[in-house]
């Protein structure tokens, strides 16, 4: 891998476990901020892949810091397990009070975009197909997580809206 590339790989890399780390507070954050038995264990599990996507690219860094190269042994790929339904039944009924969990919900998409964004300018910034199929999979792993925030956000806004009398039907 050429300096410049190498150089630019490794700073990324230092950015996306800023990001990670980042992640995994935000979420405990709001894990401990929700009074939802079911959107705790849920921002707690979204805490924990952020704490496993920061362990692997801390290896990444110093593999490639190390030997000029990403390990290739080294996945990034969403783990098998669903997190499940955000919210209980109770929560539900209570939807138009949960001012904090749509912020947090609302965030939380945001910043699962920006590291979308950020792992697809480091996959792009290398012609070395290791560092190509990293980050295209911590694209996906990322995805994942934007995917289940957005389609909860989305059921408890409609909640929310509904019980707000903001639903035109």
């Known amino acids: 891998m050429e300096d410049k590339t190498l150089s630019t790989i490794l700073s990324g890399l230092q950015k996306a476990i800023q990001i990670e780390r980042d992640g995994y507070y935000f979420y405990m954050m709001a894990a401990k901020s929700t009074s939802d038995p079911e959107g705790h264990r849920a921002f707690e599990s979204l805490a924990n892949e952020e704490k496993e996507h920061e362990r692997i690219l801390k290896l990444q860094f110093d ?8 390990d290739s042994s080294l996945t990034a790929a969403p783990s098998d397990n669903s997190i499940g339904s955000f919210f ?23 910043l699962e975009l920006q590291t979308i964004e950020h792992y697809r300018k480091l996959s792009e910034a290398s012609e070395d197909p290791v560092v190509k199929v990293f ?19 989305e059921v408890l806004k ?3 809206w509904s019980d707000s009398g903001f639903s035109p039907y």
């Open 63 to 70: 593999s490639l810091k190390n030997t000029g190269n990403m």
């Open 88 to 110: 209980s039944e109770e929560f539900a009924k209570r939807a138009s009070e949960a001012h904090y969990e749509m912020s947090a919900l609302s965030i939380g998409v945001q």
């Open 135 to 153: 980050f295209g999979n911590m694209v996906e792993w990322e995805k994942s997580h934007y995917e289940y925030l957005n389609g909860e956000l």
């Open 158 to 160: 409609n909640i929310y």
